[in-house]
């Protein structure tokens, strides 16, 4: 079961995507994708397109979503896979956990046109599917768009980032809060993308998996479009240390910017037990 092209992770226009769930679906069947999730930011109302194209197309679906959550300072994203879209204390919590998504944009607005440049709420919201989901994708593709950067890569370097001009704090979920959402949904919560946080000491790292464990979290995205070889092999290494199972999601978004597409993704170390292994019981067919 390690050889199976699972895509567990991406996001439509729901979200920060730029494929409505319909055309994802389809993208993914064509890559050869065995198992999909879509797993919107904070968002669950792609779900049951997602699901209906993915029957339609005879493409096994797990229902999903990524919670924004703040530990210790940091911002880190949990995947839920296998939920119930419709579970009411899930639902009420990712509206919460999006609720102060425009504030924050305003601010980030603010602080770029401190730095000449203007209209960037306006222009981001041109991007936006979602009213209810303004993302710092959305900004980052106004940047692009006006010729302030050349790749949305860029504008986070420049712009988007701890420290610098448009970055605004945020308080998201907590980390045992968005796992017991997923959990009492029916859910699997998977600690997305690990290599990609900024943890101040190798002891916030440890106490973040240590944590996510302690509240239920139960899977590693091992293999995720952003990891290297190197960094697949460490968090493969860190899931069996902790226990996890393991995932594997390319975290597509886009076809001009993402450097991952769907399905397109090293297969699972055969020593790590499939996060799907534990969820067949949630796939749609
Ligand atoms: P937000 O939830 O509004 O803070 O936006 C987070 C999103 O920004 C992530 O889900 C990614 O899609 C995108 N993102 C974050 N960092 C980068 C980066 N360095 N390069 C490109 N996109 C990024
Ligand atoms: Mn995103
Ligand atoms: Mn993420
Ligand atoms: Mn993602």
Redesign the pocket.
């Known amino acids: 079961m390690a050889l199976l092209n699972a895509d567990l992770h991406c996001?439509s226009t729901v979200s920060?995507g730029t494929l409505e769930p319909e055309a994802l679906a389809a993208r993914a069947h064509a890559n050869g994708v065995e198992l999909w999730a879509l797993t919107d930011?904070?968002e669950v109302g792609g779900q049951h397109r997602a699901a209906a194209a993915a029957r339609a197309l005879g493409l096994p679906y797990l229902c999903g979503v990524?919670i924004?959550v703040t530990f210790a300072g940091l911002?880190v994203?949990i995947v839920g896979l296998g939920i119930d879209p419709d579970d009411a204390q899930l639902v009420q919590g990712l509206a919460a956990t999006r609720g102060g998504?425009e504030r924050?944009a305003r601010a980030m607005a603010e602080q770029l046109a401190a730095v000449g440049i203007r209209g960037a709420f306006e222009g981001a919201l041109r991007y936006v599917g979602n009213p209810e989901l303004?993302?710092?994708?959305h900004f980052?593709r106004y940047l692009v768009e006006t010729g302030v950067c050349s790749d949305?890569?860029e504008?986070?370097?420049r712009f988007?980032?701890e420290g610098k001009p448009g970055f605004v704090e945020?308080q998201w979920a907590r980390l045992g809060d968005a796992v017991r959402w997923i959990r009492d949904a029916g859910g699997i919560a998977v600690l997305a993308h690990p290599a990609?946080y900024a943890h101040p000491t190798p002891t916030h790292e440890y106490a973040l998996l240590a944590e996510f464990k302690a509240h239920g979290g139960q899977a590693l995205e091992v293999v995720t479009g952003s990891h290297s070889s190197a960094e697949i092999a460490r968090y493969a290494d860190l899931a069996l240390e902790f226990g996890l199972a393991a995932s594997r999601g390319s975290?597509f978004?886009s076809p001009a910017?993402s450097h991952c597409d769907l399905g397109a993704l090293p297969y699972l170390d055969g020593r790590l037990t499939p996060v799907w292994e534990l969820l067949a019981h949630r796939v749609l067919h």
């Open positions: 996001h920060d930011h904070d990524e924004s911002t994203h998504r924050r303004i993302s710092r994708t980052a949305t890569h504008v986070f370097r988007l980032t945020h990609r975290d978004h910017e």
